[in-house]
């Protein structure tokens, strides 16, 4: 659509065939098609109408003046009054039917990109930045505008420039080729300062949307700017982005300024060449004083739509850069859709068959030919060192990756097949970043299985050990979580998202380092709520705690070469958690050489006193 809305020259510039959008964009233009369509018939009549004042003019000067035809002035007036009104309704049908394709188009881009922002796998929305996708749902925004703004006003007054030269030939054909020659310099014009279109792209937008991007990431990070004092390297950082945004946005600020007054100071002189053509024809009495009137007028008619075109090319060119990113993203495929009949729910048995991961090419595998068999109703603990891969494992586990090898199955089904909602009905997750969408306790609760009662929230929370904490709160599970529930302790919104996972009901309950922000009652009762759990269902959890893996019936040892290991929790507890044997004296704190060119020079941290195996 967008490609055709191009000067036919520039459509090989950088914009290939309209096959060259994506098969979604295309269809939500078609819908709004129609619509378009009708508001383009619509400017034919409503050009025809919007010439009247021109012709009244002429009429007014060769027939009511000269010759005292104020009964035919009457008569005009009227029949003006009377265009004017049709024009008038005929205008307001086509602002309603182009912004009810603006309309369509937005909601239908908002919605196919919002479920293709979450029907897209875990992997490929990692590969993106959140802020990127926030500025994804700002072009939408910018292809609507493409619809309503001065590009598409323009081409529908196209037929009105049509038919305003015309004009001019039948009451002032002297003047025709003068106004013919200005609609030629306005169109050289216009093409000239089409170059961002032909460029195929507006660097002030790229840069603004790297600033924006990096202002979200500031603001979200805030807390640790704040307490690393990274004030000064974080502002220098914005500003220099800033500052060549402004730049940029300067010299294309001038540029547009330039362009408006060129049109403007051409827009007069036209005028004047045309009204000095005139008075020559009209002394010579090659055509009446009307005619000169209403030739400057109708040329004024002719020239505007082509002249707003110079102005109007960078808004085209920022809507294609935006058509273009949405098409990549609507382009990109999404994870599978439903199995197609609906299974028996799991027993909960997991097996990873082979299976072997890598991030990117460049990266080491995580996982080689992996294979592993977790009996249902067992309690699993991972461990490892830090980085080793026990989050990919578990992200493996529920489905979330898929292995660039080998299969995941639940019970004697592949992953594969189900959709995440199915594959979430059965493996519920929680992950070590725990953030909740604004909301009241309660809503939080309901989102995670809507059909729940306000019992079973009761005694999810009481089995986290939550419920005593929201019981004492002014407002209950009615407070109000914002900014991903902040203004709550991290201990509490890591056992509300627990009772979350709990209230899921699922066949296998994958759990990323539950005990992180916990006290440690809470953690001994989370131990005690999951062993309970694991009595009817398969519980995965990767740890750092002692206490949880000791509680464990298996551990899973990730060790870091591409493997892991099935172990006892008491091996578990030798390998990964007791102090090495060979390091016998306290670690002390070397004397580093890189500190005196470091200028550290503050106290001792407190590693002389470490006890060795707390630092695993
Ligand atoms: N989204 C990602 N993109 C690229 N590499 C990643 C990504 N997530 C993790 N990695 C890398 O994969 C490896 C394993 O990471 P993972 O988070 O699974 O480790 P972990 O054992 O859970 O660590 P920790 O105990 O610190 O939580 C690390 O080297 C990490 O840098």
């Known amino acids: 659509m967008i490609e055709m809305l191009l000067p036919e020259r520039m459509r090989p510039v950088r914009l290939a065939s309209p ?118 749902f700002r072009d939408v925004g910018a292809v609507r505008t493409l619809l309503t703004g001065p590009v598409v006003q323009s081409l529908f007054d196209l037929p009105l420039a049509v038919f305003a030269i015309v004009i001019v030939g039948l009451v002032a ?17 216009a093409w000239w300062f089409a170059d961002e279109v032909k460029q195929g792209k507006v660097a002030e937008l790229q840069q603004a949307r790297s600033l924006d991007m990096f202002t979200a990431e500031m603001c979200r990070a805030r807390e640790s700017v704040k307490a690393l004092a990274q004030h000064e390297s974080v502002a ?86 935006a058509a273009r990113r949405l098409d990549k993203v ?61 989050s990919t494992l578990l992200k493996l586990v529920t489905g979330l990756y898929r292995p660039d090898e080998g299969r995941v199955l639940i019970d004697e089904y592949d992953l594969q097949q189900f959709s995440r909602h199915e594959t979430a009905s059965w493996i519920a997750t929680l992950s070590q970043n725990v953030y909740f969408l604004d909301g009241t306790i309660a809503d939080q609760l309901r989102r995670a299985a809507p059909e729940i009662t306000d019992e079973q929230i009761v005694k999810a929370c009481k089995l986290t050990g939550v419920h005593s904490f929201i019981s004492r709160l002014p407002q209950g599970y009615a407070t109000v979580m914002r900014e991903g529930g902040r203004t709550l302790s991290a201990g509490v919104r890591r056992k509300i998202a627990l009772a979350q996972v709990l209230l899921r009901n699922p066949a296998v309950l994958v759990l990323d380092e539950p005990t992180n922000d916990l006290d440690h009652m809470s953690e001994l009762q989370l131990i005690a709520s999951l062993r309970l759990i694991a009595k009817m269902r398969t519980v995965i959890v990767v740890t750092h705690s002692a206490e949880l893996v000791a509680s464990s019936d298996v551990a899973l040892a990730v060790s870091g070469d591409g493997d892991v290991q099935v172990m006892t929790p008491v091996q578990a507890l030798g390998a990964y958690f007791s102090p090495p044997k060979a390091e016998k004296k306290p670690v002390q704190a070397a004397p580093s050489p890189l500190e005196p060119s470091l200028g550290v020079v503050g106290p001792d941290l407190g590693l002389a006193t470490a006890v060795p195996g707390e630092l695993h």
């Open 19 to 136: 096959e060259h959008l994506g098969k979604p964009l295309l269809e939500h233009f078609a819908q709004a098609r129609r619509r378009m369509g009708r508001a383009a018939w619509l400017s034919s009549p409503i050009g025809l109408l919007a010439l009247l004042p021109s012709i009244f003019t002429l009429e007014v000067f060769d027939r009511v003046i000269f010759r005292q035809g104020f009964s035919t002035l009457v008569a005009l007036l009227a029949g003006v009054a009377v265009a004017l009104i049709v024009e008038w309704t005929l205008r307001r049908r086509r602002s309603a039917n182009l912004r009810e394709a603006g309309a369509l188009i937005d909601w239908g881009l908002s919605s196919t990109l919002l479920d293709k922002m979450l029907g897209q796998p875990l992997r490929t929305l990692e590969d993106r930045p959140a802020a990127s996708w926030v500025a994804l």
């Open 173 to 189: 054909l002297p003047v025709l080729p003068v106004v013919l020659g200005m609609v030629c310099v306005f169109a050289a014009m």
């Open 330 to 390: 609507f382009a990109q495929p999404s994870e599978t859709g439903s199995a197609g009949v609906s299974l028996p729910r799991p027993k909960g048995a997991m097996t990873l068959d082979e299976v072997s991961f890598r991030y990117d090419e460049q990266s080491e595998p995580v996982f080689k030919k992996v294979s592993l068999t977790l009996a249902p109703a067992q309690f699993y603990s991972v461990v490892g060192k830090n980085g080793v891969g026990k």
């Open 236 to 321: 220098a950082q914005w500003k220099t982005g800033y500052e060549q945004w402004l730049a940029e946005s300067f010299s294309r600020g001038s540029e547009m300024e330039e362009t408006k007054e060129l049109t403007h100071s051409l827009l007069i002189a036209s005028s004047i060449v045309i009204t000095a053509t005139g008075a020559v024809a009209v002394a010579n009495q090659w055509m009446s004083i009307g005619g000169l009137i209403a030739a400057n007028m109708l040329a004024i008619k002719a020239i505007s739509p082509i002249a707003t075109l110079s102005g109007a090319w960078r808004q085209l060119a920022q809507s294609i850069e």
